[in-house]
């Protein structure tokens, strides 16, 4: 049972597009954690959210957390193929079992 | 600025062989982690230490061991290479918590067959 649902799995658009990705769960998390990983490399950490409702910009990138924890959100606005890569959120389990649950991934490819 | 560095990039190992996965950082960061990363599987923890000398397991500890002599240096050893092992590992570490987000090697991908 995967813990952290992410949708959709792949994702292809053009250049200029917007795009959402989403990261869902039953479970309530301390924190989350969006990254991207480019084919070869590790994944590169782009932000964590904190607080429930909280909404994070990075320039394009727009990162929310849900009200009640247990989900979130990036939206991208005028996609680029610099935006391509694999999107991974990961996210702190609340409570005493401080567990972090990794989602699959959104394969994200961004067509000039 | 470094941050974490994982030697070698690529290995392919035979059945029953051994190797050593070097880790390093050089951000002083408490926390570092092993994982394995394979198709539709996602990234599955191997093992992780919260400081030198102290080690734990994760989920998919067997066939593999680790130790933290110092605060830079994580090594991951594989005894005996099994075609299961065949994966992309990946080094990470965090300063604090594992919630406040890892930096992540550029991984090593292991084949053994």
């Known amino acids: 049972t995967q813990l952290l649902e992410q949708s959709p799995q792949f994702l292809s658009i053009q250049e200029g597009e917007n795009l959402t990705v989403y990261c869902n769960s039953s479970s309530v998390f301390s924190s989350l954690q969006w990254y991207r990983q480019e084919p070869g490399e590790g994944p590169v950490l782009l932000v964590t959210v904190v607080t429930g409702g909280e909404v994070k910009k990075l320039k394009r990138l727009t990162f929310q957390f849900g009200d009640a924890r247990k989900d979130s959100s990036l939206h991208i606005t005028a996609a680029q193929p610099g935006d391509t890569g694999l999107y991974l959120c990961?996210?702190?389990?609340?409570?005493?079992?401080?567990?972090?649950?990794w989602g699959l991934g959104t394969s994200l490819a961004v067509n000039p | 600025n470094a941050g974490v560095t994982q030697t070698p990039k690529f290995r392919i190992l035979k059945i029953g062989q051994s190797m050593t996965l070097q880790c390093t950082q050089d951000m002083n960061h408490n926390y570092m982690y092993w994982y394995r990363q394979d198709p539709g599987m996602g990234l599955k923890l191997i093992y992780y230490?919260?400081?030198?000398?102290?080690?734990d397991k994760g989920e998919v500890p067997n066939g593999y061991n680790v130790s933290r002599s110092t605060t830079e240096d994580f090594p991951l050893r594989l005894e005996l290479a099994a075609p299961s092992q065949t994966s992309v590992y990946f080094c990470a570490s965090s300063y604090l918590d594992r919630g406040l987000g890892y930096t992540f090697g550029s991984g090593t991908r292991l084949t053994v067959v």
């Open positions: 230490s919260v400081g030198a000398g102290i080690t």
């Open positions: 990961a996210g702190l389990r609340a409570g005493n079992n401080r567990k972090l649950i």
